[in-house]
């Protein structure tokens, strides 16, 4: 299989039978342009067509897991409807691509994992976190509303009331309290994070195969349940939140740092 079509902006490698994406926008602390989100949507009916490969592992280039979106295409989704439809399509079509794959996959949160990027750490089957490093969901502090992520996930992995605490107030989750929550399913130094991580991917590829997939995607089936009730309104209305004045403010005191 061919992935160097995905470079530069989404890494793929090779450790025997576990695939190692790594999310490559360093400089951008691996924030989704409009690349990396249509390769990172991509990439996974790909990994399902090659027959080497059996788990996989997604991690982030330098000193971040994701930041999440782009700020200039909030701006951009702020000034202009087409655009901003389409982005949101874009969402629920990655949203989709990655619960609907059926290799399991193990997130190396090496740091900062906010919005879509604490969207896909929580899409994953298992999660390490770098000690050091902390999950958000800071959709409604900037004005959004919460069209995916932390509306949809978190509440299958803590209470109902701590989910609405996070997303509605965005407040970071450090590692530690990750782990205690259920958001994530080991917290290491950070220079163990990708070792552990593809640790346990090469455990999981040495499962039996149509018992592993299937079983992941009879767990899955929760997660899309959930999305196909809850995404058509979520994303429709973070859709017509992105043209709100609170956004604009919102991205012109970020631009401004």
Request: glycine share 8%; with cysteine; charged share 25%.
């Amino acid at each position: 299989m061919d992935y160097g079509r995905f470079a530069p902006s989404l890494l793929v490698t090779a450790d025997g039978p576990v695939r190692i994406l790594t999310m490559n926008r360093p400089d951008d602390l691996n924030s989704f342009d409009d690349d990396l989100h249509g390769t990172m949507r991509r990439v996974w009916d790909a990994l399902v067509d090659d027959e080497e490969v059996a788990a996989v592992v997604l991690t982030g280039a330098g000193r971040a897991f994701s930041a999440g979106g782009h700020l200039p295409n909030f701006e951009r989704n702020h000034r202009d409807r087409s655009y901003r439809r389409r982005d949101i399509r874009e969402a629920e079509r990655l949203a989709r691509a990655m619960l609907e794959c059926e290799l399991p996959v193990v997130a190396a949160v090496n740091g900062p994992a906010v919005g879509l990027g604490g969207s896909l750490a929580m899409m994953s089957d298992l999660v390490v976190m770098a000690d050091d490093a902390f999950i958000s969901d800071p959709h409604v502090s900037v004005g959004l509303v919460a069209g995916d992520g932390g509306a949809l996930t978190w509440p299958f992995m803590m209470s109902m009331l701590k989910a609405k605490e996070y997303v509605l107030l965005g407040d970071r989750i450090p590692a530690d309290v990750a782990e205690r929550l259920g958001l994530a399913n080991r917290v290491v130094p950070r220079e163990d994070v990708l070792t552990e991580a593809v640790a346990l991917a090469q455990r999981l590829a040495q499962q039996p195969a149509q018992a592993l997939r299937d079983s992941k995607r009879a767990l899955n089936l929760h997660m899309l349940q959930a999305a196909n009730l809850i995404m058509p309104f979520a994303l429709a209305a973070e859709s017509e939140s992105f043209g709100s004045d609170d956004v604009r403010h919102s991205v012109a005191k970020f631009m401004a740092r």
